[in-house]
């Protein structure tokens, strides 16, 4: 089969415009959050992500990883979250504490489970205790096609994740599969197939019915798209957003493409090795960034006019990505930043606070209020 076939669906191109904008009303102390809406899903504050650097025979610990540092994030019901970054700026590290499979080295990740009741703290909860809410917040994978075993049954692929907590009956176990299988509209005959054959849209379909068979509140979405070409793309972006209406899903969607971004995120928070140094709706954030790292994401998004390529001035950071082992003192961006005064930005032991700089809007820079930053 290939993304041509015509008993596929994905060859749709069009993106629909965003879903109305989520608010929020009781931000947490770097999260100026969306204007008020829906219950907060997830309050992720103060979290910190550390990896050990072993090294030589004896595995000694000699440095850590600050992949995720001091994050405060909160995502409401309903609305879809973009967190953005560069290569290794900790966009998955974060993804993965939020579905439960990276315990954080520090702070807080207070989920409200669908059923009411008070917010339950991921972060802190045993393995054990923790499976319950694995149902609920869910993770679809990047890569479609290294994702499936090709020795599996698409029955088996889908369902594995209700085996795994605990259904034992058969039946109910293909009713299920199927139900999920008809949410991502992969046809039912499909069930005893294996994914060998499937292009890559339908392989990013079986993802998500994986994801979904398990009937989620909250799905993280890693990269889900970025392996696809671009009308699958569309196709699994316009299916990703049928199923967040049908299904009432919440989603954090991590991608480096803010072109995707745009289109589907109604608030987006922008990382930097580690950090959240701007948060806003998507709006606010592509028309009047805050932070002169976002600033440069956007100034690398291609036009989709033709007559406005080449009139936007690219900015060129320098370098890559500094260590994450040893980021640099004051606001980790000084070292590449073409606004950075060393004075005030490279202050060791003082990262900039995040501050609200507009209604929903917040961006951790120091000088944001005397530059006049270029949007997209
Ligand atoms: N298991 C691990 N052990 C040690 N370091 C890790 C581990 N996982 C991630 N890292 C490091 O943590 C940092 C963040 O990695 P992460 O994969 O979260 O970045 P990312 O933003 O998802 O990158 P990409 O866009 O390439 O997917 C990187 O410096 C990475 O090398
Ligand atoms: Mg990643």
Known sequence: ??????????????????????????????????????????????????????????????????????????????????????????????????????????????????????????????????????????????????????????????????????????????????????????????????????????????????ALITRPRLVVADEAVSALDVSVRASVLNLLRDLQEELDLTYLFISHDLSVVRHVCDRVAVMYLGRIVEVADTDSLYERPRHPYTEALLSAVPRPDPRLRGTGNRIRLPDDLPDAAAPPAGCSFHTRCPYARPEVCAVPGKPPPMVTTGPGHAAACVRTDELGLAGA
Do not use: W
Request: with cysteine.
């Open 1 to 210: 089969m290939t993304d041509s076939a015509p008993a596929t669906p994905d060859a749709a191109p069009d993106i629909r415009p965003p879903v109305t904008i989520a608010r929020k009303d009781a931000p947490g102390p770097g999260d100026p959050g969306p204007a008020p809406g829906g219950e907060p899903v997830l309050d992720i504050r103060r979290l910190r992500v550390e990896f050990p650097i072993r090294r030589g025979f004896l595995g000694r610990t000699t440095g850590r990883v600050h992949a995720v540092t001091d994050v405060d994030l909160t995502i409401r019901a309903g609305e879809t979250l973009g967190l953005v970054g560069e290569s290794g700026c900790g966009k998955t590290t974060l993804g993965r504490c939020v579905v439960g499979s990276i315990r954080p080295t520090a702070g807080d990740i207070r989920y409200r489970p669908r059923s009411g009741g008070e917010p339950v703290d991921l972060a802190t909860l045993s393995t054990r205790a923790l499976r319950p809410f694995q149902r609920e917040v869910r993770l679809v994978f990047q890569d479609p096609f290294s994702s499936l075993n090709p020795r599996m049954t698409l029955r088996d692929i889908i369902g594995e994740p209700l085996r795994n907590h605990g259904l034992t009956d058969d039946r109910e176990l293909t009713r299920r599969v199927s139900e999920a299988m008809e949410m991502v509209r992969l046809p039912s005959g499909y069930l005893t197939r294996h994914p060998h054959a499937f292009s890559g849209g339908e392989r990013q379909r079986v993802n998500i019915a994986r």
